[in-house]
T-cell receptor, first 109, second 113 residues
């Protein structure tokens, strides 16, 4: 099956700085890569996703980049705010979702 | 309506109890999922229903029994659970069955005593 590795496990940034979270996947047949944000005690929420035929996608302060050759994709958050503090999960689909292990992002005011 | 609704939000049960978790969506999605999430871990897939038929069972113990009465509803029947089954149980749905754009419910926090 698919294997998704996510780094770092924790990330602490100052408000206004950028944050980058990286994931690698093992199965080249994976074709859809979403990112979920989960605040403490709440549901995972889809914040951005990308398909394998696209290299980059942006939505306001959030962007995702995909390198199919290297089999990795990254989440970029610019101008971070305290409300960005949460656990972020990447995922790759190949027949079913495979989640990364999660990154706890802490944005310090 | 763009929500997946789960009830109850919290559940405490003994090891001999029988209880059910409920999930509802009115987005016309044709795939529905049950996930289990332990603290500080990613969600783990348990079951997938596609067009009201069970399509994936991730070797889940029989003390968990899913049911899909219609395209909007998904239940998870619980019986003779163990303390290690305590977790957040998340329901999700998606338009189609390709595991894309999953929308999660807010979950049921289950404690087994």
């Amino acid at each position: 099956g698919e294997n998704v590795e996510q780094h770092p496990s924790t990330l602490s940034v100052q408000e206004g700085d950028s944050a980058v979270i990286k994931c690698t996947y093992s199965d080249s047949a994976s074709n859809y890569f979403p990112w979920y944000k989960q605040e403490l005690g709440k549901r995972p929420q889809l914040i951005i996703d990308i398909r394998s035929n696209v290299g980059e996608k942006k939505d306001q302060r959030i962007a995702v980049t995909l390198n199919k050759t290297a089999k990795h994709f990254s989440l970029h958050i610019t101008e971070t705010q305290p409300e960005d503090s949460a656990v972020y999960f990447c995922a790759a689909n190949f027949n079913k979702f495979y989640f990364g292990s999660g990154t706890k992002l802490n944005v310090k005011p | 309506d763009t929500e997946v609704t789960q009830t109850p939000k919290h559940l405490v049960m003994g090891m001999t109890n029988k209880k059910s978790l409920k999930c509802e969506q009115h987005m016309g999605h044709r795939a529905m999922y049950w996930y289990k999430q332990k603290a500080k871990k990613p969600p783990e897939l348990m079951f997938v229903y596609s067009y009201e038929k069970l399509s994936i069972n991730e070797s889940v113990p029989s003390r968990f029994s899913p049911e899909c009465p219609n395209s909007s509803l998904l239940n998870l029947h619980l019986h003779a659970l163990q303390p290690e089954d305590s977790a957040l149980y998340l329901c999700a749905s998606s338009q189609d069955t390709g595991f894309e754009k999953l929308f999660f419910g807010s979950g049921t926090q289950l404690s087994v005593l």
